[in-house]
């Protein structure tokens, strides 16, 4: 089992920028990749960013440029670096994590807005 642990949200302003981390505790040697995904009232949970621990990484096509995903493998923790905020990135962000299962942590809510 994976448990995932997330930080950094909060209420930041149009152009600001914020950055979660997510740090994994229990079998961390089975995860193949992390990841962030968000949901917003209304809306299905979508992909924003995932890497693997081989360092590759995928962006929606709404983040490429604006947020960076990053790990640090020593740490067993995963951050999402996330500027030029805007408010449609308003929605609760979830850490995921994928291996032997699909693990989820317990999201961190981020509101964009002035």
């Known amino acids: 089992q994976v448990q995932l642990v997330e930080s950094g949200g909060g209420l930041v302003q149009p152009g600001g920028s914020l950055r979660l981390s997510c740090a994994a505790s229990?079998?961390?040697?089975?995860?193949?990749?992390m990841g962030w995904y968000r949901q917003a009232p209304g809306n299905q949970r979508e992909l924003v960013a995932i890497i693997t621990w081989g360092g590759s990484t995928e962006y929606a096509d709404s983040v490429r440029g604006r947020f960076t995903i990053s790990r640090d493998n020593a740490k067993n923790t995963v951050y999402l670096q996330m500027n030029s905020l805007k408010p449609e990135d308003t929605a609760v962000y979830y850490c995921?994590?994928?291996?032997?299962?699909?693990?989820w942590g317990q999201g961190t809510q981020v509101t964009v807005s002035s």
């Open positions: 229990g079998t961390t040697s089975e995860i193949d990749a």
């Open positions: 995921n994590a994928e291996g032997f299962g699909v693990y």
